[in-house]
């Protein structure tokens, strides 16, 4: 089973509205990753987190914030975004071992800022 | 700095041809590691091989496959016998191994649309 779960899939905010993102896998992966995708454009790294911390912040403005409560759970909240904000936001996850650090991707949340 | 370059962004095709997608990178890694991925318009990006630098053998699965050559950088993906169902956007992508504990950052090509017509 190599299935990443995100929720929502559709998501419609104001820009003075809070929200989450949820992502949820149960491969016993200790990385997890979310990315950012424009339409037509590749994904661009937002944050990676490993055995539960966070490792990397690609520069991502404070109003994303993330979250991992536990190895299988990886939140992002949503405060005050701006309309370019809108893309689809993506998970994932892998191992930590360099032999098998293949990222598996969840079908993605499409968010749209009004 | 690591980059990857799709130079097609947009291929079509009809049923039953061959068609080819190329991916030239840039590293100065000497340890990599090589993925192509395929996004359905659904969004989600499917995982489709890995190869690492050291291994330049070709891989064959099913209808993919994929030629990897490290004197050119390049590493290029062939569908035979194209299907509807093959059309996707297709992304490859190189990766820098951080640290054990800093998981690993994937650069993305640009992307190619490939669309096939029946």
């Known amino acids: 089973d190599t299935e990443v779960t995100q929720t929502p899939k559709h998501l419609v905010m104001g820009m003075t509205n809070k929200k989450s993102l949820k992502c949820e896998q149960h491969m016993g992966h200790r990385a997890m990753y979310w990315y950012k995708q424009k339409a037509k454009k590749p994904p661009e790294l937002m944050f990676v987190y490993s055995y539960e911390k966070l490792s990397i912040n690609e520069s991502v403005p404070s109003r994303f914030s993330p979250e991992c409560p536990n190895s299988s759970l990886l939140n992002l909240h949503l405060h005050a975004l701006q309309p370019e904000d809108s893309a689809l936001y993506l998970c994932a996850s892998s191992p930590l071992l360099v032999s098998k650090n293949i990222q598996y991707f969840g079908a993605g949340t499409r968010l749209s800022v009004l | 700095a690591q980059k990857v370059t799709q130079a097609q962004t947009e291929i079509s095709v009809v049923e039953k041809e061959d068609v080819t997608l190329d991916c030239v990178y840039e590293t100065r890694d000497t340890t990599y590691y090589l993925f192509w991925y395929k996004q359905p318009p659904s969004g989600e990006l499917v995982f489709l091989i890995r190869r690492n630098s050291f291994d330049e053998q070709n891989e064959i699965s099913g209808r993919y496959s994929w030629n990897f050559q490290k004197s050119t950088s390049s590493f290029n993906f062939t569908i035979t016998a194209s299907q509807v169902v093959d059309s996707a956007v297709y992304f490859c992508?190189?990766?820098?191994?951080?640290?054990?504990?800093?998981?690993?950052?994937?650069?993305f090509g640009g992307g190619t649309r490939l669309m096939v017509k029946p």
């Open positions: 992508a190189l990766s820098a191994y951080l640290s054990i504990n800093a998981g690993n950052m994937l650069t």
